[in-house]
């Protein structure tokens, strides 16, 4: 009977551990990939990973926020800081898995000195990325920015603009299907792998590796450390997503781990 019992006990408790269930929201290029990848190793571990892919960067945060889903995994720091500032959430860093160097492309020029004068140039309209738009446009000398202006510049910041650019903001996933109604777009990476752009070939110009803009697993505090929690980061830390992520995007996405 004790042996009967004990192993009703470990059936159960293996049972308990194989129902385990995280829903994730993503952007599909490569956070979903990335996170697809992964879904075998912890299914291995018990966990059954779903993966709900999302064309915005509002409603993952606003899901997670109401605990319709568990986490996401689509944005950097600093815009779940202005976030987190604007909607009066307070969602968490779980941990941080790579970089997507921020690019400028045309289809109209092949570098940025053909720019002609009066060029209609096209960034994101969210705070964050919108002033990293600007940040490296800056750092191509296309603009200066007037002291201080920081990551969440905006136009009205614009110090000097010798080519007199004309900027418009627009929402960041639309930003590829008007390439070619402009001179210069900058885009997330995520969307330009989406639009078949291959940023280390397409880009007049991209950030480095050394970009700050780490893209983060995020989560809420009352879940940040649960057990399905922590073996997807683990997961998304090993050397196996490590070569996943060099091998597949040659460089257009960097680890950061």
């Known amino acids: ?45 018990g966990v059954e990973l779903n993966v709900k892919v999302f064309t915005d960067y509002v409603q993952p945060n606003v ?19 202005e976030f987190n500032k604007s909607r009066r959430t307070d969602l968490v860093s779980v941990a941080g898995v790579h970089v997507e160097p921020f690019g400028a492309y045309s289809s109209k020029h092949k570098s940025l000195d053909d720019l002609p004068n009066g060029a209609t140039v096209v960034i994101p309209n969210d705070a964050t990325n919108g002033g990293r738009a600007l940040l490296l446009l800056a750092k191509a000398g296309v603009i200066t920015l007037k002291d201080g202006a920081g990551i969440t510049a905006t136009p009205k910041d614009i110090a000097q603009s010798p080519k007199n650019i004309k900027i418009r903001e627009l929402e960041a996933a639309t930003l590829p299907r008007v390439l070619t109604q402009v001179d210069l777009a900058l885009i997330n990476t995520n969307y330009a792998l989406e639009a078949k752009l291959n940023p280390t070939e397409d880009a007049l110009f991209i950030e480095g590796s050394d970009s700050p803009y780490v893209n983060i697993l995020v989560s809420r505090s009352d879940n940040k450390d649960s057990d399905a929690m922590q073996k997807l980061a683990a997961a998304l830390h090993s050397e196996q997503v490590r070569q996943f992520i060099e091998e597949k995007y040659k460089g257009a996405v960097v680890p950061a781990f």
């Not at 059936?11 to 952007?27: D, G, I, K, M």
């Not at 997670?64 to 815009?79: G, I, M, S």
């Open 63 to 81: 899901q997670v926020a109401e605990k319709r889903l568990d986490a996401n995994f689509f944005q950097h720091q600093p815009y779940l800081d």
């Open 1 to 45: 009977m004790k042996k009967l019992l004990a192993a009703v006990a470990a059936f159960a408790a293996l049972s308990a551990h194989a129902s385990e269930q995280l829903s994730v929201a993503a952007t599909a290029v490569p956070h979903a990939e990335i996170l697809e990848f992964v879904k075998p190793v912890l299914a291995e571990q």
